[in-house]
């Protein structure tokens, strides 16, 4: 499949789902299975601990993301 920082979701050849989660710095996201149905949600619906969230504003203000 090779490297991505990009979040997505793709079906693949034969009905298979793959789900990259993405970067865990610059747009958290996580896979939530959920009655056998795979999702992607992401990190900053759920409440972050507040040094990771300060971390994550911080490196948007830089244009880190």
């Known amino acids: 499949f090779g490297h991505t920082h990009l ?3 793709t079906r693949l050849k034969g009905g298979a789902k793959y789900i990259n989660t993405g970067s865990w710095l610059f747009e958290p996201h996580y896979a939530e299975i959920d009655h056998g149905k795979v999702s992607l949600k992401r990190v900053c619906d759920l409440e972050l601990h ?3 969230a300060s971390l994550i504003h911080s490196m948007r203000e ?3 993301n």
């Open 62 to 64: 830089q244009g880190l």
């Open 7 to 9: 979040e997505g979701e």
């Open 50 to 52: 507040p040094r990771s």
